[in-house]
């Protein structure tokens, strides 16, 4: 067999970096960083010598398993690929003809793989049902976005070859950064997040290039490094907004040329503004009135300017959206919307041409009646059916422009899924299929997760390790991770670049990609003629023809593409939105019933919303601070990553916790109304001492039990035990729950 280097690109989070894989007589020897790829250009994370750990891991899923025992008793038999598949199907079309096909729903993580293949197979079979943590992770934003100024603002690109990623990066990124004189980094930490964007930030910082603004409740590296430090409390950020733009409107900082031109509903927002001045805000957000003015006026004068919105903007529960439309607002007045250093929009060049994932996954093919079907929609209008229709209109005839795709856009909201599947009501949800997620860690309120997914008649989990959430399934299937399949990203649509590796190594045992289930699936419940790309591979193939080439030539001659900068675009073809303008006053908002202009809301439990609950549990809980070491749930049986954080740790103010009995590095009781778990106790002299903060969320323990009830340790350090996902917590529009909440912190007796 000999010796070879393959081209693949990393898939342990969606930057999709660029690695050399050495591979030796079919064993993968060597894994190290590609100089060549053009979005990452060798500059990794160190998850990525990782890699050889992972593939050969002990406890990797090899074959397909069938559950004997009793739901979660943790016994199997072998099963092959086909009949599991085989039952599935048949399974699949009992409950379609009994309830209906909207009784399959569907669970999708953070991009891992290829959701659209999902959408597709779920398109054509009837149901409109997919959950995500893209309702408080990145889709949500998106769709704001697109709401707001017709497509998603993304960091601009004038150096040689583009650098990001999604999410907070993608708005942010280092090549733009040679002209960029401010970023402001938003409930966002990059250190762990995203170490190689944080690699830019501090050298521009270091050299005096930028200057910083850093709005977080915990002093981070990059508050640290700030100009700026902004601790707010937790779930304010909605008011701090607000109190920005009432600055830059006062002060007459904004662009008068780009408001009065490109945007409809300024006199409005002027008014709306003019009570969040910077004293009330700061009572608000406990934060300095004086401090928030200078912010201000630093972020609107520095120009150009990003900002880098972390995942936190998406995770405050009812004021969510409109926390996002005041900072797509704040871009839009302050000239920094698609311009050389600021945040640019769109896709261009061969990029655009691409096929995308809004033609791959089918939504044409789901009938209206189906649509109007979707579990959540007579509550949250915006990021289901009823909002995505109206964002898949504007964007036609608009060539820069991207239509989202459903599983980007279309999302049921998790907290109502999982009380149908409870009730039976509106109707039964009595199928599940969770692929690249780990449901019962992901979501919050657990215990009415693990009740849902309980109820289930069928329960399919298509994982890398046997988790929690499989641990409850009737078909576990093994996954075939990135050294065993091609990685294509992104083209979603979302960034204006491509990068595509090929797959390194066959896959081990009877792991099998994502696409292979779809397909398979599909195939034998009579979709076969819409599954006409035997592999993924073929897939590419069909997807790169429009810019002639085939995944293989794409990934040996050009290993990527980067659209070209265009600015000002709108100049040409006005905004994708049904104004052709900015929004600050939302049609799209307005027509679905929701409030058109952005406004502050305190979060559903707070001190000032509940000061009898306050009374009980008196600390403001935020959660899920990104580790370097981990990737959500992932990584916990990866010793080499354990090794350095073996114990899930909760930050505590030291004064707060020397009152309450708690030393560092003891073992503490975090209690809400719903339940309790235990986490090692950080004490730290910078956090406000009314606030604590669980670090990474998605703790379980491979290392224990898995059959019931123990699960892997799940009810024992898993945050989202005990946080709540009542939809009336929700943000009303997109359904997006909140991470945070109010809590009391005791020390563990041994
Ligand atoms: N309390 C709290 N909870 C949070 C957050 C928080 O900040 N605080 N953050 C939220 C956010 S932003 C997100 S995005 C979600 C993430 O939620 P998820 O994306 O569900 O993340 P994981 O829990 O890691 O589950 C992913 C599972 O998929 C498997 N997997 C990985 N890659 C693949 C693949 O290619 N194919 C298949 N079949 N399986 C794969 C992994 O082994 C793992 O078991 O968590 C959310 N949960
Ligand atoms: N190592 C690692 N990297 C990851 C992931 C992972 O699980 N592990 N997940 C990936 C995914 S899917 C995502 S979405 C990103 C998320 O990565 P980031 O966007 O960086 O999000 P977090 O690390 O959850 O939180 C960022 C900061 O928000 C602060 N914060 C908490 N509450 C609030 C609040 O109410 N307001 C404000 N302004 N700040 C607050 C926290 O203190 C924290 O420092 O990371 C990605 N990268
Ligand atoms: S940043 Fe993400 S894609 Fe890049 S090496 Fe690290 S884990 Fe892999
Ligand atoms: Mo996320």
Known sequence: MGKAVKLANCMFCHRNCGALVHIEDGQVIKVEADPNQPMSRGNVCHKLPTAIEFHYHADRLKHPLKRIGDRGEGKWERTTWEQALDEIAEKLSQLKKRYGAETLAMGRGTYRTYYWAA?????????????????????NTWAIHQA?????????SHAPAIKGGTHAETRSHESLLPKTKCVVIWGFNPIESYPVVWRSYLKQKR??????????????????EADIWLRIRPCTDGALAMAWLNVIIEEELYDRDFVEKWTIGFDELKE?????TPEKVGEITWEDAGKIREAARVYAESKPAQLAMGVKQDQIGRNSTQFIRATCILRAITGNLDVPGGESMGLSGDVAKVVPDCEMDLHEMLPPEQRKKQLGTDRFRFLTW???EMLLNQTKGVPYASPPSTEYSCLTPQPVLWRAMVTGKPYPVRAFIAQGTNTLLQATSTKLVYKALKSLELLVVMDYFMTPTAMLADYVLPAADWLERPIVGPIGGSRNYIVAGERAVEPEYERQDDYYFWRELGVRVGQGEHWPWKTLEDVFDYRFKPIGYSLEEFVHKMRGIVGSPEFRKYETYGFATPSKKVEIHSKIFEELGYDPLPDYEEPADSPVSTPELAKDYPLILTTGGRVRYFYHSEFRQIKSMRNQHPEPLIDINTDTARKLGIMDGKWVWIETPVGRVKKKAKLNSHMDPKVVHTQQHGWWFPEEPGEEPNLFGLWKSNINVVLDDDPDKCDPMTGGWPFMGMCRVYPVKE
């Open 386 to 388: 009823p909002g995505h």
């Open 207 to 224: 050299e005096n290039r930028i200057k910083v603004i850093t709005i977080d409740p915990r002093r981070t590296p990059a508050a640290k």
């Open 119 to 139: 959408s597709r197979f779920l398109n054509l079979f009837g149901t409109p049902n997919m959950v995500s943590p893209g309702t408080i992770c990145f889709c």
């Open 272 to 276: 709306r503004v003019k009570n969040y």
């Open 148 to 156: 707001t100024y017709g497509a998603y603002a993304m960091p601009s």
